[in-house]
T-cell receptor, first 113, second 116 residues
């Protein structure tokens, strides 16, 4: 079945540091890929998405490129802020089976001032 | 603003109590909603898919008699944890998506359930 693997956290960075959170997936067909962010005590918010190979999703300074050849969707940000501290989930949705999401394990990001 | 509302946000109750959690889509109709469970510091696990006007589809290992799902309208799905016990304590999150191709899921803010 489909699966998503992302780097374990926590990831601890200083403010303005560069961020990369790795995400790889296994799926049949052509899934859509997502990054969601969860702030403490809250539900998930969609951060960005990509629906086909080579698409780049971007939002709030975060970017991720859908790489079919490496089955990856790594999340990057050039300069993190304290307010970016949260848990980040990589997820996929099968292209031909509705909108059911399969999540990675989540990566906690902690940004220190 | 929020497009999916989940209520209540937190529940603390005694063992044996049944607890109902509501999930509403605020400005769109959702024929399908999803219920997830999240343990501390872990990822979301899909419990069931809620289908308007029909029975929910439960994931393997989820007790349908324990977690009752009712999707009676196009904007409301409810999850009832029946006769809750401490092991049912968890963070429950619902989601829904607008109809149409490649629409992302919108999540509620979650319900933290604590059974004493």
């Amino acid at each position: 079945g489909d699966s998503v693997t992302q780097m374990e956290g926590p990831v601890t960075l200083s403010e303005e540091a560069f961020l990369t959170i790795n995400c790889t997936y296994t799926a049949t067909g052509y899934p859509s890929l997502f990054w969601y962010v969860q702030y403490p005590g809250e539900g998930l918010q969609l951060l960005l998405k990509a629906t086909k190979a080579d698409d780049k999703g971007s939002n709030k300074g975060f970017e991720a490129t859908y790489r079919k050849e490496t089955t990856s969707f790594h999340l990057e940000k050039g300069s993190v802020q304290v307010s970016d501290s949260a848990v980040y989930f990589c997820a996929l949705s099968p292209g031909d089976a509705g909108n059911m999401l399969t999540f990675g394990g989540g990566t906690r990001l902690m940004v220190k001032p | 603003g929020a497009v999916v509302s989940q209520h209540p946000s937190r529940v603390i109750c005694k063992s044996g109590t049944s607890v109902k959690i509501e999930c509403r889509s605020l400005d769109f109709q959702a024929t399908t909603m999803f219920w997830y469970r999240q343990f501390p510091k872990q990822s979301l696990m899909l419990m069931a898919t809620s289908n308007e006007g029909s029975k929910a589809t439960y994931e393997q290992g989820v007790e349908k008699d324990k977690f009752l799902i009712n999707h009676a309208s196009l904007t409301l799905s409810t999850l009832t944890v029946t006769s809750a016990h401490p092991e049912d304590s968890s963070f429950y999150i619902c989601s829904a998506n607008r109809q149409g191709g490649n629409q992302p899921q919108h999540f509620g803010d979650g319900t933290r359930l604590s059974i004493l």
